[in-house]
């Protein structure tokens, strides 16, 4: 599909790879790594053909697409952030636009056909038809359906929908332009960094729909487990080439270490070859009876391709100088309330945090995370109860914006010699160096650096002279890999107590011993880390009641008239009327349908005679999916019951919860597209 033909790329006097060869086929899923400055994201502007080669060539497949997401710097502006999103699909909608006015002429002609004057209808007929076939060809009948799914999946609420795209921060703006690339399905999707504006919520739905995206993409991130769920090859910049391995990124990280370790004994055994080859020269050049002998060796010297072995990255292990111990309880939460004017983000929250554990607060973007934190640190107070902290308790805060309480003028090495005075400069320089400040960076005043740079510095200072609380709130951003293990390593040394919101996967994984769920203004506490919680969560919705959609007697009546089976409980309109006060279990839907959460709408309309063809295609196509779909999952269910390896239960798993959201969402779909032709039943 595409590839690369030992071609190579200088920044300036410096070469970033040379002589790489790389063939790109399609539905392969690819991470691009390497250390910061290798050359990843040049690389990818050059696939995506923004940037050129300085030598060899780059070929692609006549007629593909290729969608880029860069780091930062998208800025959109002009519509809502619906309609931005349907600029994706301008050719559908311009096919239904004229399907539209076709039946209308077609309407119009309707008289002239009964004279047998037909030539005219015939013709727009024909035309009528091609396009209705190619709509529904291209799944046009869905298209306000997959935008609603995407942007919710990035963290978009309903509300926010209709406002226009320019009202939003760059972080936002970055969430709708991945959108608009989601929609389009390129056939090569070239993502640098996607997961650096997204909360939790949104990298966990975005590892499932990279997960059955149809075509080839290639990431570059600094999310482990991001990376080790969503490819199965991994590119490597390294030694100024190029070098695939087969796997994840887990894999990747074994495969390089034994790698590593050849090319070091290879370049043991050449050193040792060379040495010998100059010892016998140095020793015979002068002697005549040697000189052929001499001549033999010094070709063969030429001859060899020296290998090279880049310098390794220092490891670095950081560890915080120990604090003082705290009383067994260190914070304590009783009947908590926060309200900003009319809107609660929570109340009645009860908890208590021991000595020595690490908390990881998660919950969707606004749930209320950070203004937790901001409570249990007394930087803010609660609207009702109390927040207590226990005995010789000193919270330390990291605040997002930590980076603004910093002094300007200070010298990035004085400052933080100020907040360590017992730390020594040569480890205050590696610990620099790790959150990526090396050389003559750490003599840069504060207030040059770049809000990312400053974050960086602020955490790191943090971490030289700690109290025995401390409070993180996204203490991962701007950090790469190298980084996010350190401070990793750290905390899991560090013998206080820590508290944190963090968006990777991997660090919580890592770090948490409980969490801390802020969901719909009420705070839940799970024991253990975050895989512990996804696993307490789904064994809670299992237990939970089927939801019942009541249908009212017209939308049954529609249903059954054309021979539907109606795929999940249901019951009768004066039934459900009957049944409405279980709260959280019963929607009654009359007219039009927004999803589980709007209200019931009392309206109805008619649909144009497309539309409704449309909708009544894509009914009948889901009463054949969804008992497919059921199927599938009862066997995939079957298939575990028997054990064959860890890793086959594993995928079987991922199966299972893959098919189970894919027949919700038919069937939430299905029910949406009854209740609306339903209204044009009862319109007609």
Request: proline fraction near 4%; hydrophobic fraction near 40%; aromatic fraction near 8%.
């Amino acid at each position: 599909m595409l590839s690369l033909e030992n071609a190579g790329k200088r920044f300036g006097p410096r070469v970033l790879f040379l002589e790489a060869n790389w063939l790109i086929r399609n539905r392969e899923k690819t991470a691009l790594v390497g250390a910061n400055g290798a050359g990843k994201s040049t690389l990818m502007k050059v696939l995506a053909g923004m940037e050129t080669l300085d030598y060899g060539t780059l070929q692609r497949t006549r007629g593909m697409s290729i969608g880029y997401l860069p780091q930062e710097g998208l800025h959109l502006t002009g519509r809502t952030v619906f309609d931005e999103c349907l600029t994706v699909f301008s050719e559908l909608r311009e096919m239904e636009r004229e399907a539209e006015q076709l039946a209308a002429q077609m309407a119009e002609l309707g008289d002239i056909q009964m004279t047998g004057e037909s030539g005219e209808y015939e013709a727009a007929a024909e035309r009528y038809s091609l396009l209705q076939e190619r709509f529904h060809a291209l799944d046009g009948y869905a298209l306000d359906a997959q935008v609603g799914s995407v942007l919710t999946g990035l963290g978009f609420g309903k509300g926010e929908w209709p406002r226009r795209t320019d009202e939003f921060s760059g972080g936002w703006q970055m969430r709708i332009a991945l959108a608009k690339l989601l929609l389009a399905k390129p056939n090569l999707l070239l993502l640098d960094e996607p997961t650096n504006h997204l909360d939790l919520e949104s990298r966990n739905w975005l590892e499932d729909y990279l997960r059955t995206y149809p075509f080839a993409y290639i990431l570059c991130s600094h999310d482990r487990y991001f990376l080790d769920v969503t490819i199965d090859r991994t590119v490597e910049i390294w030694n100024k080439r190029l070098t695939i391995y087969q796997g994840n990124f887990t894999k990747y990280v074994a495969q390089k270490d034994e790698r590593r370790a050849q090319l070091t004994a290879a370049y043991r055994n050449q050193q040792e070859r060379i040495e010998r080859l100059e010892a016998f020269i140095n020793r015979f050049r002068y002697q005549a009876t040697k000189a052929k002998q001499v001549q033999s060796r010094l070709k063969e010297l030429e001859k060899i391709e020296r290998i090279e072995i880049p310098e390794e990255e220092p490891a670095i292990h950081f560890k915080f100088p120990q604090p003082p111990p705290s009383g067994r309880t260190v914070v304590e939460a009783e009947n908590l309330r926060k309200d900003y004017g009319a809107k609660c983000v929570f109340a009645n929250v009860r908890f208590t945090v021991a000595r020595g554990d690490r908390v990881a607060l998660v919950g969707v973007n606004g749930a209320g995370k950070s203004t937790l934190i901001r409570l249990l640190t007394g930087a803010e107070a609660p609207t009702a109860g109390a927040v207590r902290l226990g005995h010789n308790v000193v919270p330390e805060y990291f605040a997002q914006d930590q980076y603004k309480a910093l002094d300007s003028e200070a010298r990035m090495l004085d400052d933080i010699g100020r907040a360590a005075r017992r730390v020594p400069e040569a480890e205050l320089r590696s610990l620099l160096g790790c959150f990526l400040f090396s050389g003559d960076d750490v003599f840069k005043p504060l207030g040059v650096l770049s809000g990312g740079e400053r974050n960086r510095y602020a955490l790191a200072r943090i971490l030289v002279s700690p109290s025995n609380f401390l409070l993180l709130d996204e203490p991962t951003n701007h950090l790469d890999m190298r980084a996010k293990d350190v401070l990793l390593e750290a905390l899991e040394a560090f013998s206080g107590t820590v508290v944190f919101v963090s968006h990777d996967r991997y660090f919580i994984d890592g770090l948490a011993t409980r969490v801390l769920e802020v969901e719909n203004g009420a705070v839940t506490a799970y024991e253990g880390n975050y895989e512990d919680y996804l696993r307490r969560k789904e064994a809670l919705a299992a237990q939970s009641p089927l939801r019942t959609v009541i249908l009212s007697d017209a939308a049954r009546s529609a249903a059954q008239s054309k021979g539907l089976r109606l795929p999940f409980s249901t019951q009768s309109e004066d039934a459900g009327r009957a049944s409405s006060s279980a709260p959280n279990t019963t929607i009654l839907i009359e007219g039009g349908y927004d999803g589980p959460d709007a209200a019931p709408k009392k309206q109805t309309r008619r649909l144009n005679p497309i539309k409704q063809k449309q909708m009544e295609d894509r009914c009948a196509f889901l009463e054949e999916e969804i008992p497919r779909i059921e199927a599938a999952i009862a066997h995939t269910e079957q298939e575990l019951g028997v054990y064959v390896s860890a890793a086959e239960t594993q995928r079987l798993t991922a199966l299972a919860g893959e098919l189970r959201a894919q027949l919700a969402a038919l069937t939430a779909e299905w029910e949406e597209l009854m209740v609306q032709l339903e209204g044009h039943i009862s319109a007609g």
